[in-house]
């Protein structure tokens, strides 16, 4: 398919583990996203590239999380020492270049932390 | 604090009438506005969007409405079809790259 592919969809994993999330984004796309949305929340923006620029990580929550997009395409999103309270739903969502782009969404990653 | 608000957490709709969908923000820099629609287990798909200098967008059964000096757009869906059942979440942006999303509304349409 060429939309926006996210992996795993479904991760269990034990308070204190590390995960790495996945998200290929449409190709072409330089701009990418990820968001996170907690049970009954709306969509919390984390982090922010766009093509060589320095990322934007004002949303990340704490510094156990952290991102990165290698070579302009594949970006993972990885949660160091997760506390059940990153339990959510993480989205994936990727741009054409320029103002005013809808972005398209991944179907995103379920993470439960037990 | 909430720079989008989507003060309605749900609604209902008869299938055939009208779907009225609101959205209040607070940024006054913010001059793009977007609409997604999201199924359970699925990613947001983009549906609508308006920039700041009209006041009207319309793409078949979808019409968004803007009102600058309130601070408020709306998403009108008529007719409702039962496939509209789905949580919309309104976004604005400053700077057309970094976009903010409301809490989402939970539609109902009732056949």
């Known amino acids: 398919g060429a939309g926006v592919s996210q992996s795993p969809s479904n991760k269990v994993t034990e308070k204190g583990k590390d995960v790495e999330l996945r998200c290929d984004p449409i190709?072409?796309?330089?701009?990418l996203y990820w968001y996170r949305q907690s049970l009954g929340q709306g969509l919390e923006f984390l982090i922010y590239?766009?093509?060589?620029?320095?990322?934007?990580k004002s949303g990340l929550p704490s510094d156990r999380f952290s991102a990165e997009r290698t070579g302009g395409s594949v970006s993972t999103l990885t949660i160091q020492r997760t506390q059940q309270e990153d339990s959510a739903v993480y989205l994936c969502?990727?741009?054409?270049?320029?103002?005013?782009?809808?972005?398209?969404f991944g179907d995103g990653t379920r993470l439960s932390i037990l | 604090d909430q720079q989008v608000k989507q003060n309605s957490p749900s609604l209902s709709v008869q299938e055939g009438r009208i779907s009225i969908l609101n959205c209040d923000y607070t940024?006054?820099?913010?001059?793009?506005f977007l609409w997604y629609k999201k199924y359970p287990a699925e990613g947001p798909t983009f549906l609508i969007s308006?920039?700041?200098?009209?006041d009207k967008n319309e793409d078949r059964r979808f019409t968004v409405f803007l009102n600058k000096s309130a601070k408020h757009l709306s998403l009108h869906i008529v007719p409702s079809q039962p496939g509209d059942s789905a949580v919309y979440f309104c976004?604005?942006?400053?700077?057309?790259?970094?976009?903010?999303f409301g809490p989402g509304t939970r539609l109902s349409v009732l056949p």
């Open positions: 940024n006054s820099m913010f001059d793009y």
């Open positions: 590239f766009q093509g060589n620029s320095a990322p934007d």
């Open positions: 190709s072409g796309h330089t701009a």
């Open positions: 976004a604005a942006s400053a700077n057309g790259q970094n976009f903010v």
């Open positions: 308006i920039s700041s200098i009209k």
């Open positions: 969502a990727s741009s054409l270049q320029g103002s005013n782009q809808p972005q398209h």
